[in-house]
């Protein structure tokens, strides 16, 4: 089963408004959760690493104002796209591992937004 | 020069062919490395992790050359079901820092 759970699947909204996405590692403690886009037909970016606890590290070209993370538990990871735009637009996704170097990532189901 | 480099495709076989790619890595400080399957519109799916002596899983085979700094991924008697895009991924640092490679689409034709 899912050790990953994102929420919600999809989004659809006016420009202008601002949408929180949720990422929770299931039966695990994930101090370090991390957050993607995807666009269509393109490869997975990794847009930030976010740190329960701490600020998050975001990639070099991602507005850290645009994008706030907010990681206040072991369990759980937030990411809210501020007054989102078309160009917002895309496929966000969420990972944790368990602790240990060689633990996979585990991807949650993904959150489709779109922008109107 | 990207840390993670994988040949984009895509491969377009025949049903029932073996088909292999690779994926190359440039830190030597890489730690783990893993193989995993996107289908279209969908997240990734963890589809095997990859261990120095090689392992296999199934119809699938992942091999692992630290030399060389490159990973493989051999996938024998290909399905249509196989059709996707394989990402590998590289880790390090106690998983803190993980590295995607851009994807290799694979298609698989009747």
């Known amino acids: 089963g899912a050790v990953v759970s994102q929420h919600p699947s999809w989004v659809i909204c006016k420009s202008g408004t601002s949408v929180k996405i949720e990422c929770r590692s299931l039966?695990?403690?994930?101090?370090?959760m991390f957050w993607y886009r995807q666009f269509p037909k393109q490869s997975l970016m990794l847009m930030a690493t976010?740190?329960?606890?701490?600020?998050?590290?975001?990639e070099q070209g991602v507005e850290k104002d645009k994008f706030l993370i907010n990681h206040a538990s072991l369990t759980l990871s937030t990411l809210t796209v501020t007054s989102a735009h078309p160009e917002d637009s895309s496929f966000y996704i969420c990972?944790?591992?368990?602790?240990?170097?060689?633990?996979?990532?585990?991807f949650g189901d993904g959150t489709r937004l779109s922008i109107l | 020069r990207k840390e993670v480099e994988q040949d984009p495709g895509p491969f377009n076989v025949p049903e029932g062919a073996t088909v292999a790619f690779n994926c190359t890595y440039s830190?030597?400080?890489?730690?783990?490395f893993f193989w995993y399957r996107q289908d279209c519109r969908k997240e990734p799916k963890l589809l095997m992790s990859v261990y120095s002596s090689g392992n296999e899983d199934g119809r699938f085979t992942a091999q692992l050359n630290r030399a060389s700094q490159y990973i493989s991924l051999l996938i024998r008697d290909s399905k249509l079901s196989d059709s996707a895009t394989y990402l590998c991924?590289?880790?390090?640092?106690?998983?803190?820092?993980?590295?995607f490679g851009s994807g290799t689409r694979l298609s698989i034709r009747p």
């Open positions: 830190n030597s400080a890489s730690q783990s």
């Open positions: 990972s944790a591992n368990r602790q240990g170097a060689d633990q996979p990532q585990h």
């Open positions: 976010s740190n329960e606890g701490s600020k998050a590290t975001y």
């Open positions: 039966d695990f403690q994930a101090t370090t």
């Open positions: 991924v590289v880790s390090y640092s106690s998983a803190s820092k993980i590295i």
